[in-house]
């Protein structure tokens, strides 16, 4: 059982930047891939980046390559979503998932998910 508090969300202005961070309790939290996922409003939720479980792998959607960049510290257990450059369409609630065996973009794969932190970009 992995459970995950995302923290970091707020308001920023269009060009900024804002770091998210991911807690996760139990000890194999090691052993998980990790996702960071958006929704905003009206639409479904997508895939922004993944980590492999050691942290060596990673993956991003098209639309943040360059601009966020997703990091695990497995002796702290967290993991982070370096969010720059931002623009007023990455407006969105950020979740943090955890998949016990799958190193993927799906959201359906991921078994443990976080309960969101509000981004909110102004133009």
């Known amino acids: 059982q992995v459970q995950l508090v995302e923290s970091g969300g707020g308001l920023v202005q269009a060009g900024g930047s804002l770091r998210l961070s991911c807690a996760a309790s139990g000890r194999t939290f090691s052993r998980h891939a990790m996702g960071w996922f958006r929704q905003a409003p009206g639409k479904e939720r997508e895939f922004v980046a993944a980590i492999s479980w050691s942290g060596g792998s990673t993956l991003s959607a098209d639309s943040v390559k360059g601009r966020f960049t997703i990091s695990r510290d497995n002796a702290k257990n967290t993991v982070s979503l370096q969010m720059n450059s931002l623009k007023p369409e990455d407006t969105a609630v950020y979740y943090c998932?955890?998949?016990?065996?799958?190193?993927?973009?799906?959201?359906?794969?991921?078994?443990?998910w976080g309960q969101g932190t509000q981004v909110t970009v102004s133009s």
């Open positions: 998932a955890a998949s016990e065996n799958r190193f993927t973009t799906t959201p359906a794969l991921y078994d443990y």
